[in-house]
């Protein structure tokens, strides 16, 4: 699927509309064709090629910290490989260092996703962290807008699916580093004689014994040739001599180890989580904002005079009483007072121009703070003939009913306008005085 996908459009034209002066057409045909907009303006640098340069900077930073895991894969082998003059090498050391950092990596990142999962931390982590502060700087160097910046952040790490991202990231990174460190570890080992020996002052010779058969489990299952108890036993550090059958079992074990206990687990690790991210991300809830610009575009045979999301609960309908009846003009006192725009998502309407005290009411912390500040003055609510009214909206303008004693909805009816009937219906239910007002477009 190419870039910017539908949802990245919507997310991007959702918050240029809140976050600044942008506004999408409203005449356009549908919300796909309403999107396209975006690929032509601003000239000549439009906000969708933005999009897409943040993109692609995001996947390079990302290639090149998989590029960099690699190269430090390829470094760490040869040293981990030092031989004596003997060229032996002590087995258990070197399969600690290829796989001991590893495996601590993983129990930690198996114990903060636990830990992150009951406590619902939303945390980027430090990898991820630097990676967009990276592409910050990037996008400011190629002069992308910032407000254009600020939407691709919020749509490539949604709060829910962040730990996801995280770590995929670090399972690829581990996943390069282990596989450089098994391309060179096979490439020294095909190059190099190496007699595989093992040492300790702790443990027993059945401890090893059982340790090597232990690691030996896994590769038995696809028939590698693995060390056997006489082999274990004829690997101490003082004996004389080593057979190339051993050397070969030690040789094979090693390979298998570093594959099927650290690349195979990275890599699956890696996929499951970067799907687990896809799927977080795409399931994201669409923000009010969005809703309301689906809504501007919604078709014709899909644009039914009806309560969308609908309470199925009985509702008791408020009788109309006088104050209530549908008025042509504004009162001639009207514009002195404040006025509060209800999920508006076009341009301030024109005969507010006048007005300095205008309200947005787009999201719920903007509705909870008028809902905070009731006040016995006259308040007017403009709502947008062109979108449908939902349970929301109706459960909105009911709080403010109970807390205002003197608030009107305004409905705006343009030439466009699909839903003032459902808007006053609304009203008549939640008891709130309405008054049509025309504009002409």
Same mark, same amino acid.
């Given at each position: 699927?190419?870039?910017?996908?539908?949802?990245?459009? =919507?997310?991007?034209?959702?918050?240029?509309?809140?976050?600044?002066?942008?506004?999408?057409?409203?005449?356009?045909?549908?919300?796909?064709?309403?999107?396209?907009?975006? %690929?032509?303006?601003?000239?000549?640098?439009?906000?969708?090629?933005?999009?897409?340069?943040?993109?692609?900077?995001?996947?390079?930073?990302?290639?090149?910290?998989?590029?960099?895991?690699?190269? #430090?894969?390829?470094?760490?082998?040869?040293?981990?490989?030092?031989?004596?003059?003997?060229?032996?090498?002590?087995?258990?050391?070197? =399969?600690?260092?290829?796989?001991?950092?590893?495996?601590? +990596?993983?129990?930690?990142?198996?114990?903060?996703?636990?830990?992150?999962?009951?406590?619902? !931390?939303?945390?980027?982590?430090?990898?991820?962290?630097?990676?967009?502060?990276?592409?910050?700087?990037?996008?400011?160097? &190629?002069?992308?807008?910032?407000?254009?910046?600020?939407?691709?952040?919020?749509?490539?790490?949604?709060?829910?699916?962040?730990?996801?991202?995280?770590?995929?990231?670090?399972?690829?990174?581990?996943?390069?580093?282990?596989?450089?460190?098994?391309?060179?570890?096979?490439?020294?080992?095909?190059?190099?004689?190496? +007699?595989?020996?093992? /040492?300790?002052?702790?443990?027993?010779?059945?401890?090893?014994?059982?340790?090597?058969?232990? =690691? +030996?489990?896994?590769?038995?299952?696809?028939?590698?040739?693995?060390? +056997?108890?006489?082999?274990?036993?004829?690997? @101490?550090?003082?004996?004389?001599?080593?057979?190339?059958?051993?050397?070969?079992?030690?040789?094979?074990?090693?390979?298998?180890?570093?594959?099927?206990?650290?690349? #195979?687990?990275?890599?699956?690790? &890696?996929?499951?989580?970067?799907?687990?991210?896809?799927?977080?991300?795409?399931?994201?809830?669409?923000?009010?904002?969005?809703?309301?610009?689906?809504?501007?575009? @919604?078709?014709?045979?899909?644009?039914?005079?009806?309560?969308?999301?609908? %309470?199925?609960?009985?509702?008791?309908?408020?009788?109309?009483? %006088?104050?209530?009846?549908?008025?042509?003009?504004?009162?001639?006192?009207?514009?002195?007072?404040?006025?509060?725009?209800? /999920?508006?998502?076009?341009?301030?309407?024109?005969?507010?121009?006048?007005?300095?005290?205008?309200?947005?009411?787009? !999201?719920? /912390?903007?509705?909870?703070?008028?809902?905070?500040?009731?006040?016995?003055?006259?308040?007017?609510?403009?709502?947008?003939?062109?979108?449908?009214?939902? @349970?929301?909206?109706?459960?909105?303008?009911?709080?403010?009913?109970?807390?205002?004693?003197?608030?009107?909805?305004?409905?705006?009816?343009?030439?466009?306008?699909?839903?003032?009937? %459902?808007?006053?219906?609304?009203?008549? /239910?939640?008891?709130?005085?309405?008054?049509?007002?025309?504009?002409?477009?």
């Amino acid at each position: 699927m190419s870039f910017p996908t539908y949802r990245a459009k =919507l997310a991007l034209a959702a918050w240029l509309e809140t976050q600044s002066e942008f506004r999408l057409s409203p005449h356009a045909d549908n919300l796909m064709t309403a999107l396209e907009e975006l %690929d032509s303006v601003p000239s000549p640098v439009s906000y969708g090629s933005q999009l897409k340069t943040l993109k692609r900077s995001f996947n390079r930073l990302v290639f090149g910290l998989l590029m960099l895991a690699f190269l #430090l894969g390829l470094l760490a082998v040869p040293s981990a490989f030092a031989t004596t003059v003997s060229n032996q090498v002590n087995i258990f050391w070197l =399969l600690l260092v290829l796989l001991g950092f590893h495996a601590l +990596n993983f129990t930690l990142w198996a114990i903060t996703l636990m830990a992150s999962v009951m406590r619902a !931390s939303n945390s980027q982590g430090v990898l991820l962290s630097l990676l967009l502060y990276a592409n910050t700087k990037v996008s400011q160097y &190629a002069k992308v807008n910032g407000t254009v910046c600020a939407a691709y952040l919020r749509w490539q790490c949604p709060a829910q699916a962040n730990k996801w991202l995280l770590s995929g990231l670090s399972h690829g990174a581990w996943g390069g580093y282990l596989l450089a460190g098994w391309f060179m570890t096979w490439l020294l080992l095909l190059t190099n004689q190496v +007699n595989f020996v093992w /040492e300790t002052t702790l443990l027993s010779d059945a401890a090893f014994v059982q340790l090597t058969q232990t =690691l +030996n489990v896994v590769p038995q299952w696809f028939g590698v040739a693995v060390p +056997n108890s006489f082999d274990i036993l004829a690997s @101490r550090v003082d004996q004389a001599s080593q057979a190339s059958d051993t050397r070969q079992h030690w040789a094979n074990l090693l390979l298998a180890s570093i594959f099927f206990y650290g690349v #195979l687990p990275r890599l699956f690790f &890696a996929l499951l989580c970067t799907g687990l991210y896809l799927v977080k991300r795409a399931a994201q809830p669409l923000s009010t904002q969005e809703k309301i610009i689906q809504n501007r575009y @919604r078709r014709p045979e899909y644009q039914q005079k009806m309560m969308v999301d609908a %309470d199925h609960a009985h509702l008791t309908t408020a009788p109309l009483s %006088d104050n209530q009846d549908t008025q042509l003009t504004l009162p001639n006192d009207a514009f002195s007072h404040p006025w509060a725009l209800f /999920e508006w998502s076009t341009e301030k309407p024109l005969f507010l121009a006048s007005v300095c005290d205008v309200m947005s009411l787009n !999201s719920r /912390e903007q509705q909870d703070q008028l809902l905070a500040t009731p006040t016995d003055s006259p308040v007017y609510i403009a709502v947008d003939a062109t979108q449908s009214p939902d @349970r929301g909206s109706r459960r909105f303008f009911t709080r403010v009913r109970a807390l205002y004693s003197s608030v009107y909805m305004v409905i705006v009816e343009g030439e466009h306008a699909r839903f003032t009937d %459902d808007w006053q219906r609304l009203a008549r /239910e939640a008891d709130v005085p309405s008054i049509t007002h025309i504009v002409k477009e």
